[in-house]
């Protein structure tokens, strides 16, 4: 069995000699050795990985398998409840639960600027490990690039992500079905509200936190209760309007969801009306829409209400077969309007 490693948060890399990132550290020589070895050697530790090889072997019984891959490349690297290290780590756990896979495995490149404060990249690999061990996954390869002074932006991360799925379901957009009840896990929007706060240096009367955390503890314990998931979607850029509005281009259903049943925080309902923002649409990373049978709803907010990320679960609408894809709300004074997906960005740089 590996054992959980505890680490100081001191940077173990001699920065007294090297305090920030040098082209040198990118080139493939004795500083580029001295980095991986000090920093992520140290920070990543496990057999695989020690193995040291351009590839990692993993030894995994036969079974179906999900991958995925993700970029992020957030400004700033750190906000309140999270940076850029764990929200790498959580994001690419969580699109694997998606798809109802077990992560394991996730390989990380980085692409460092020069003039990087090595000990800002230990606090993010710290931040990665300390997601990894929650995460019960194990980061098993990566690599490392240095880009010149001004081309970088600090740190971008690309990660991607290996899981088992060890159960018959077949989850997806095409498995959506007519009367499927439509579940969020919690509240709406913070993660967004979090790094526009961060990024304009805006103050609220509470302070709002990214809701990053992973969510595949949550997804398989639904699947071990035996609740037929037909849809998960993880709801980042572009929020439950974006992820509703893809589901149903795939699936060819309309969507009928209640604003007055959508979770979404008092003081984050007001940061958006006051930045000219809907909630609907503001990205999220610890929150997911899951689509199952209605007589097995109440059952799945039952189940995820177990977990801390699946608290604030509920019940928000329903689908139906229509002609004309379609997602509807019904609002707060009962009127209908098509919530459609929005063309761009609310928020650029969010993940």
């Known amino acids: 069995m590996i054992k959980n490693q ?10 007294q000699n090297y305090p920030h990132v040098l082209l040198a550290h990118g080139g493939g020589g004795r500083f580029m050795h001295q980095l991986i070895e000090k920093m992520f050697l140290a920070g990543f530790e496990n057999p695989v990985l020690l193995q040291r090889h351009d590839a990692a072997i993993l030894n995994r019984p036969s079974a179906r398998i999900a991958f995925t891959t993700d970029s992020y490349v957030i400004s700033p690297l750190f906000f309140p409840g ?14 694997l639960a998606m798809a109802g896979a077990r992560p394991l495995y996730l390989s990380s490149g980085f692409i460092l ?19 990894c061990q929650k995460a019960g996954v194990f980061i098993v390869t990566g690599d490392t690039k240095v880009v010149g002074k001004g081309k970088g932006d600090g740190i971008f991360i690309n990660t991607a992500g290996i899981g088992v799925i060890e159960h018959d379901l077949t989850i997806g957009p095409l498995a ?3 009367g499927d009840a439509i579940i969020v896990n919690g509240d709406l929007g913070a993660h967004g509200m979090a790094i526009m706060a961060q990024r304009e240096s805006l103050s609220f009367e ?41 589901i149903v281009m795939v699936s060819k259903t309309k969507m009928q969801i209640v604003e007055n049943a959508i979770p979404v925080r008092e003081d984050v309902a007001s940061a958006c009306e006051m930045l000219g923002l809907d909630p609907l649409y503001v990205a999220n990373e610890g929150r997911m829409v899951a689509f199952v049978p209605a007589d097995e709803a109440d059952q799945t907010v039952d189940v995820m ?16 077969l229509s002609d004309q894809p379609l997602v ?9 309007r098509i919530i459609d997906m929005i063309s761009g960005e609310q928020l650029p740089r969010i993940c």
């Open 305 to 320: 209400r177990r977990h801390p990320q699946g608290q604030g679960a509920c019940i928000i609408g329903h689908v139906s």
């Open 82 to 95: 999270g940076n850029i290290g764990d929200l790498a780590v959580n994001g690419t756990v969580n699109d």
């Open 6 to 15: 505890e680490f100081s948060l001191s940077c173990p890399f001699p920065i």
């Open 113 to 131: 600027e020069e003039g990087l404060a090595m000990d800002t990249l230990w606090r993010v690999i710290d931040s990665m490990r300390k997601a």
């Open 176 to 178: 959506v079905r007519d």
């Open 328 to 336: 509807v709300m019904k609002s707060k004074i009962g009127a209908h």
């Open 206 to 246: 509470s302070a709002i936190e990214s809701d990053t955390a992973p969510l595949a503890d949550m997804v398989l314990d639904l699947i071990a209760h035996k609740i037929n998931v037909h849809c998960l979607r993880d709801l980042t850029r572009g929020g439950l309007a974006s992820a509703l509005n893809e």
